[in-house]
């Protein structure tokens, strides 16, 4: 027995209360009326009859009332040992790492036939299951006590090019042991690779119920070189040779020469040599890249130095396709700023689009469609050439209009919109000289590349009504200088101001570049992502007006990757392995997709003995939660056992000392 908080005994001392209340509470008799006391002889009376106790049961009852009350605030507990906590119907969880970084060498080899092993030790009626885990988990059989499907399950697991995720692992037996209700033992064969730990370790907890039992297949480091990245235009628009960019590094290596080639479509365009230094990276570049037109397949390969070959490739893709016509209608006595638009255009590095012009009297019977996008640069537009305009933008064509005093028109509104124009704003003498760039969304993509507009100044704007547009910049005086509004499947834009550096000094500035080469590619609908992505990311295959029209992928395999089902209403793609990816739509919006693994995988540094440690542990943390483990000593409280003595304790003292107070009442 002992106490959490034992200083409360030292309340103890409150037992001399009871001790003065029944023996050295002060004697008291009650005086006599008498004549004289000159008879009477004068003596002292003895107070020892009067010290005695009384009372003896009551006395007994509050002293032990008051020792139990100081017990209680000691806290007394006992020690109780635990039965050992027994794992019947337990199920042996076979867990083994098909990730990237398992194809070096032996690996996944040696996973499997040390998992064929654990099989073959389980006795009769033991039940186990076989899963397969990189960044996801895949369930290879059923749980069974049969040896034949288990290690066909084993077998049946193929090298993938994901990434290890230990955290994955941890989420689904967490799962597995929650709908199972039954204890697991996860027997896990993998490199233990440190990249594959998550950052935040509460992502490995374990429950109580499920015990790890790793199998490290790497004990250390092993040396590693892989092409890290390549840097690679994704579209190019003329014959120019394109530069390619590459990195190469070595994880745990020393310093070494590597050879690196430059393939495009199979063939070796070129072949270069770089000295990696030791755990270091180099670049080599390639300046002598031709692109054919259409789609394009490159590769930048190195030498074979390591037992993972995986990663010495890095693929990219590039397309080398037509400027897209664009039409900019201006008035026929004006520039109406085409030349700075060209200009803009041209400077961006890549002749992407080729600006066709026109007039209102000429366009009437242009057909829309053949355009990337159309600029209305301050002109005012009949009703017949609008309506075009506006089906073309429902349709998924996109509209840029520049505002001008030209494009106030009759109407009073602005065209294909029809947001109302309310006026005309000058910044003269007599008041602010010029106004300026206030406000800018750094969210759209016309704004996205360069948010610096702090040297533009505009001397006179169109002040439109907003309606229902989504406003990208505003000037100081909160006049909207960039609108944007979805009608049907398109887009308008609205600049409320000119581009012929009149109104404003915005095209001679060196935020209009970025501007109008990203506005341009958001009115084409142009992605201008990445040349590759990574294992396991989505691309979207459809938008809503194309519901139901069927879409062709072909994996790098060659083969399908949707059925014929999801090839109709599937939405997006998962790219579940390194290479080409090949997706046909049925609007011609075909797109040849580089995709390559995760390069984390590269590097072999297994994780520390001390890391497995602490995450098999996460499971006793959860045990002490909610039940103990085996042969554990635990503290019983006393308390409460306590407090019931106490109650009862009070009761029978209240029900004697009212019994002796009535009995000192009638001996008064």
Aim: charged content about 20%.
């Amino acid at each position: 027995m002992g106490f959490l908080t034992p200083w409360f005994l030292a309340g103890g001392l409150a037992l001399g209360l009871p001790i003065w209340l029944h023996m050295l509470r002060k004697h008291k008799t009650t005086p006599l009326p008498f004549s004289s006391l000159m008879f009477f002889e004068k003596r002292t009376q003895s107070s020892i009859k009067h010290k005695r106790l009384r009372y003896l049961m009551l006395f007994a009852l509050r002293t032990l009332l008051i020792l139990l009350i100081v017990l209680a605030f000691a806290h007394p507990f006992v020690t109780q040992r635990i039965p050992p906590r027994t794992r019947s119907n337990e199920i042996t969880v076979l867990a083994i790492d098909n990730s990237l970084s398992m194809r070096a060498g032996t690996l996944l080899a040696d996973a499997k036939t040390a998992a064929k092993s654990v099989v073959s030790g389980l006795h009769a009626g033991e039940r186990a299951e076989v899963l397969a885990f990189g960044s996801r988990i895949q369930v290879m059989s059923e749980v069974t006590d049969d040896h034949a499907p288990l290690n066909a399950a084993i077998d049946a697991i193929e090298p993938s090019d994901t990434r290890t995720s230990f955290a994955e692992l941890s989420r689904a037996t967490r799962s597995m042991a929650q709908s199972l209700h039954l204890p697991l033992t996860v027997q896990l064969f993998s490199d233990m690779q440190q990249t594959g730990m998550p950052s935040n370790f509460n992502d490995l907890r374990l429950n109580a119920d499920v015990k790890l039992e790793p199998h490290a297949l790497e004990k250390k480091q092993e040396p590693n070189y892989t092409v890290e990245n390549v840097v690679a235009p994704r579209r190019v628009y003329d014959n120019k040779k394109v530069r390619v960019l590459a990195t190469v590094a070595g994880y745990g290596a020393r310093k070494d020469v590597r050879n690196v080639s430059l393939v495009l479509n199979g063939r070796t365009v070129e072949t270069k040599t770089v000295t990696v230094p030791e755990v270091g990276r180099a670049t080599v570049e390639f300046l002598s890249l031709d692109v054919p037109p259409g789609f394009n397949k490159g590769e930048v390969r190195i030498d074979s130095a390591d037992s993972l070959k995986a990663d010495d490739v890095y693929y990219f893709s590039i397309e080398r396709s037509d400027p897209r016509p664009a039409l900019y209608v201006h008035d026929a006595d004006s520039d109406g700023g085409l030349l700075y638009f060209k200009t803009a255009l041209e400077a961006a590095g890549q002749a992407a689009f080729d600006v066709v012009p026109t007039t209102p009297d000429q366009s009437a019977n242009i057909s829309l469609s053949k355009y990337a996008f159309v600029v209305l640069s301050d002109v005012s537009i009949g009703q017949g050439f609008e309506n075009q305009l506006r089906d073309y933008v429902r349709s998924g064509g996109s509209v840029l209009i520049v505002m001008g005093h030209r494009s106030l028109g009759s109407s009073g509104k602005v065209p294909v919109t029809g947001q109302k124009i309310l006026e005309t704003r000058y910044s003269g003498r007599e008041g602010d000289r010029f106004q300026a760039a206030a406000w800018l969304d750094t969210s759209h993509p016309s704004i996205l590349k360069d948010d610096r507009w702090d040297d533009v100044t505009f001397l006179r704007t169109i002040h439109v009504d907003i309606g229902g547009a989504r406003v990208v910049a505003k000037l100081t005086d909160q006049t909207p200088l960039l609108l944007d509004q979805q009608v049907g499947q398109g887009h308008v834009l609205v600049f409320t101001s000119t581009f012929d550096n009149v109104d404003n000094n915005f095209p001679i500035r060196s935020s209009f570049v970025p501007f109008v080469e990203q506005t341009a590619r958001y009115l084409a609908h142009m992605d201008s992502g990445p040349p590759s992505v990574l294992v396991d990311s989505f691309a979207e295959l459809r938008d809503a007006k194309e519901k139901g029209t069927a879409v062709d992928v072909v994996d790098p395999k060659g083969e399908r990757a949707l059925t014929l089902d999801e090839a109709t209403k599937a939405t997006n793609i998962q790219f579940t392995m390194a290479g080409f990816y090949d997706i046909r739509r049925p609007n011609g919006r075909n797109e040849l997709v580089a995709v390559n693994a995760d390069r984390h995988e590269s590097d072999l540094t297994p994780a520390a003995p001390d890391t497995l440690s602490l995450w098999q542990n996460t499971a006793n943390g959860t045990a002490e939660a909610g039940s103990a483990s085996a042969g554990e000593q635990k503290p019983l409280s006393l308390w409460w056992y306590v407090m019931l003595a106490v109650l009862a304790l009070t009761v029978a003292e209240s029900l004697l000392g009212n019994r002796h107070l009535s009995v000192d009442k009638e001996a008064a």
